[in-house]
């Protein structure tokens, strides 16, 4: 072959890659279709997985036990904030792995599977036989105040109305304690997430799953839910207003509920 053919065949080749690089160039730019749920959840996971791992950890935790009916899915829908395939992808696979079944009426109920198996890698706290519920709020007030502060000055806008949704959905909840919890775990990770540190985020996280047995009790003592939603909105109309303090003082309060019902139910579990 001659040198001008030579020359010819690799300026081709040459051109050939420069359309490779610039189609994947664009295509790297073009934004990804996106899924309505919580923005800050890590991209690696499928929705479905994220929503199994929720509800996997209420089970884990103790927040969620055998025999205890899921939310509809309408409801499951509205605290996750997705759409009804992804939703139904999860429940599907808990009740492969034995985790969930479905019964008459299309609602799914935990099953018989032993929470000491679940419980164990998920919260070392709950197993605590000497519990300090003063010590523990006094933790949770450390740390949650100073995520809610860093949420209100640092949030972004769908952030913040996502906050303010899961506030007000919870109006629809009064009675449905399962669906409140859930609805609950919803709205303190998205104002841990809209504070941006993870670190503290996953202190939260730890805080807030001591003791959900107890506090799994407090939220079937009618009247109980309705105050923690009103409080909720409390918090999350404080955030939508850039008001730190507002939305610190707003989020002591519902602390203090919190740990004064979780005391009414240990004594009631104790007499």
Known sequence: MSETANRKEDRSAAGMADDGFAALLEAERRPAPKESFAPALLDRQSISEQVANRILAMIKSGNLKSGDRLPTEQQMCIAFGISRPPLREALKALTLMGVLESRQGGRYTVTDLSPSRLVAPFSVMLSV???DVHEHFEARAVVDLALVRMCTERAVP??????????????A?????????????EFHQAINIGAGNEMLQALAQGLYDVALDVRRLASTV????????????????????????AAV???RAHLEHVRDTTIQSMNKVRS
């Open 129 to 131: 036989t000497e519990y």
């Open 222 to 245: 009618p009247g109980t839910i309705e105050i923690s939603v009103r409080q909720h909105c409390d918090v999350a109309e404080a955030i939508m207003d850039d008001d730190a303090e």
């Open 158 to 171: 769908e952030m913040r109305k996502r906050i303010l949704d899961l506030a007000r959905d919870g109006r």
């Open 249 to 251: 003082v707003a989020y």
């Open 173 to 185: 909840f009064h009675h449905d304690p399962v669906a409140f919890r859930l609805l609950d775990i």
